[in-house]
Nanobody, 124 residues
Framework: QVHLVESGGGLVQAGDSLRLSCTAS????????IGWFRQAPGKEREFVAA?????????YYGDSVKGRFTISPGNAMNVINLQMNSLKPEDTATYYC????????????????WGQGTQVTVSS
């Protein structure tokens, strides 16, 4: 199983930027695709972004974050970053890293491993 740990959350103001990181350990070879989800209080979990770790990997974004968020590999092979720019109060949520065997699985929330989540709060 893959163990995922998120970091980088915090409290920022609207318009600010924040970078989240997801560090994977364990059976990382099985985590072909890594994604980010978020969930705000009282709301359903929302797909944010996903990328395939294979060569020529695909990247997908949720409609609400396109053009503002960027998912990318970190400096280490087992790290995936989520750069969040032009943050809005509606981006406030707990952000979760997720791993699955395929990027299609991530998009459909058919997840093999979840991180514990990191809180992002954007004040107006």
């Amino acid at each position: 199983q893959v163990h995922l740990v998120e970091s980088g959350g915090g409290l920022v103001q609207a318009g600010d930027s924040l970078r989240l990181s997801c560090t994977a350990s364990g059976r990382t070879l099985s985590a072909v695709a890594i994604g980010w989800f978020r969930q705000a209080p009282g709301k359903e979990r929302e797909f944010v972004a996903a990328m395939s770790r294979t060569t020529g990997g695909l990247i997908y974004y949720g409609d609400s974050v396109k053009g503002r968020f960027t998912i990318s590999p970190g400096n280490a092979m087992n790290v995936i970053n989520l750069q969040m720019n032009s943050l809005k109060p509606e981006d406030t949520a707990t952000y979760y890293c997720a791993a699955a065997a395929t990027i299609a699985s991530v998009q459909s929330a058919d997840i093999d491993s979840w991180g514990q989540g990191t809180q992002v709060t954007v004040s107006s």
